[in-house]
């Protein structure tokens, strides 16, 4: 899935971590949510899953975006 088909919740959209840009909360076709943010070594995920970490300033960005 490309970044572009995604609806991006969060961020100033610019697409550079550089610049503020990161962490992110995206939105696919289907509903589901796709999250951008620094990779975290809390516990090992299971094989072909990730952890992330965002901070709670982001999620309820995303959440308001929402309308939840």
């Not at 088909?5 to 503020?20: V, Y």
């Not at 990161?22 to 995920?45: E, K, L, M, W």
């Amino acid at each position: 899935m490309a970044r572009e088909e995604l609806t991006r919740l969060t961020g100033n959209g610019n697409g550079t971590c550089g610049e503020d840009d990161c962490p992110n909360v995206y939105r696919t076709a289907s509903g589901s949510i796709v999250v951008q943010g620094d990779v975290s070594d809390a516990f090992t995920a299971p094989q072909g899953e990730g952890l992330v970490e965002i901070p709670e300033s982001v999620l309820r960005e995303a959440v308001r975006a929402l309308g939840w």
